[in-house]
C-alpha cells in the first residue's frame, strides 16, 4: 500500500486566492512527522512546513498551514493568497519514527500547482 | 536554514564512463545522508542511507555495485555512478540530517545525462 497518497496531479488557482493541496498517509506507527516541500522548475526541494504526530495544534508558517486530522490520516496544505511564485510542484512526505531517529522520507507522488494572474 | 550544496549541477558523460557526484553539508555536521534519484515529473525515491564511517544502506532494487556511495567525513558523501548508461539519466539529490533532527536539509540536485 502507498504510505503517502496525493490525490491531485495538477492543480489550478487564481491569483490571491487561497487553495488546498491534499495529502493523506498511512503508517501504524504512533510516532511520525508529515512534511511539505515545493519544488519549483529548477528542482530544488524547499521545506514548508512540519507536523509532529503528537503536535496538538495545526502547523502554520506564514502563508501556509497544514490541516491535520489525525483520525483520518490526513495532512493538507493550505496555501492563502497564492502568489505566481507559488507555481511549482508540492510533495507531502512522512518520517516514521520519533524525531529521535534518522529514519528517511516517503514522498508523495507529487501536486503540480499552477497560479493563475 | 542549514546549507547542502551539490557538485556538479550538471554532468553530461559518454556512456560506460563512471561519474562522481558530492553532496556537502557547509554549515553542520551530518551524521546522516540520503541520496533520492528522481525521473521527470516523478516523485523522489530513496537510493540509499549514508551514515559517516560506515557502509551505505541501499534500498531494494538499487545495485550497490553501479551507485557507490562514500561518506568519508561529517560533511561530504559521494555518489558514483559506474558504467554509465542512459537509462541512468536523472536528476539525482542528496539530503542531509545533524544528528537525528527531524528536518532533512536538501541539496540543489544534479542533472546527469549519459549519451
Known amino acids: 500500500a502507498q504510505k503517502i497518497t496525493q490525490t491531485q496531479p495538477g492543480m489550478f488557482v487564481q491569483e490571491k486566492e487561497a487553495v488546498t493541496l491534499d495529502c493523506t498517509y498511512d503508517?501504524?506507527?504512533?510516532?511520525?512527522?508529515l512534511f511539505w516541500y515545493k519544488q519549483p522548475s529548477s528542482g530544488e526541494m524547499i521545506f514548508l512546513i512540519y507536523?509532529?504526530?503528537?503536535?496538538?495544534q495545526n502547523a502554520t508558517e506564514g502563508r501556509y498551514s497544514l490541516n491535520f486530522q489525525k483520525a483520518r490520516k490526513s495532512a493538507n496544505l493550505v496555501i492563502s493568497a497564492s502568489q505566481l511564485g507559488d507555481s511549482a510542484m508540492y510533495f507531502c512526505a512522512m518520517r516514521e519514527g520519533s524525531s529521535g531517529s534518522a529514519r528517511q522520507l516517503t514522498f508523495g507522488s507529487g501536486t503540480q500547482l499552477t497560479v493563475l494572474p | 536554514g542549514a546549507v547542502v550544496s551539490q557538485h556538479p549541477s550538471r554532468v553530461i558523460c559518454k556512456s560506460g564512463t563512471s561519474v562522481k557526484i558530492e553532496c556537502r553539508s557547509l554549515d553542520f555536521q551530518a551524521t546522516t545522508m540520503f541520496w533520492y534519484r528522481q525521473f521527470p515529473k516523478q516523485s523522489l525515491m530513496l537510493m540509499a542511507t549514508?551514515?559517516?564511517?560506515?557502509?551505505?544502506?541501499?534500498e531494494q532494487g538499487v545495485e550497490k555495485d553501479k551507485f557507490l556511495i562514500n561518506h568519508a567525513s561529517l560533511t561530504l558523501s559521494t555518489l558514483t555512478v559506474t558504467s554509465a548508461h542512459p537509462e541512468d539519466s536523472s536528476f539525482y539529490i542528496c539530503s542531509a540530517i545533524y544528528l537525528a533532527g527531524y528536518e532533512q536539509y536538501f541539496g540543489p540536485g544534479t542533472r546527469l545525462t549519459v549519451t
Open positions: 507536523q509532529g504526530s503528537y503536535d496538538q
Open positions: 503508517t501504524s506507527d504512533p510516532s511520525y512527522g
Open positions: 549514508s551514515n559517516e564511517g560506515s557502509k551505505a544502506t541501499y
